[in-house]
């Protein structure tokens, strides 16, 4: 079973950066295809980002687009998100979760591991 750990998270003011990082338990990590999600009080989780297993492909949502980097170093078993320009609006828990399927959607049933999350906190 492959075991995910977030970390990174934080308290951060607008406009400021964080960097989320995502790190395997097992060597067969570079199977997988790495999303990331998040969950807003009150609200639905939604696919943030994704990178294929050889990292190659990456997709990102729309409200991310320009100002997030999703990247993976496979020799760390580690993914990690990138995050600019933050915006309150951005406030969730972050999760990382591994699919054996490409980086094309973000269908929650296509993820088998899920990690804990990591609190992210955009204010001022």
């Known amino acids: 079973q492959l075991q995910l750990v977030e970390s990174g998270g934080g308290l951060v003011q607008p406009g400021g950066s964080l960097r989320l990082s995502c790190t395997a338990s097992r060597f067969t990590f570079d199977y997988y295809t790495i999303g990331w999600f998040r969950q807003a009080p009150g609200k639905e989780r939604e696919g943030v980002s994704c990178i294929s297993s050889s990292g190659a492909t990456s997709n990102y949502a729309d409200s991310v687009k320009g100002r997030f980097t999703i990247s993976r170093d496979n020799a760390k078993n580690t993914v990690y998100l990138q995050m600019n320009s933050l915006k309150p609006e951005d406030t969730a828990v972050y999760y990382c979760?591994?699919?054996?399927?490409?980086?094309?959607?973000?269908?929650?049933?296509?993820?088998?591991?899920w990690g804990q999350g990591t609190q992210v906190t955009v204010s001022s």
């Open positions: 979760a591994a699919s054996r399927y490409g980086c094309s959607s973000y269908r929650e049933d296509e993820y088998v591991y």
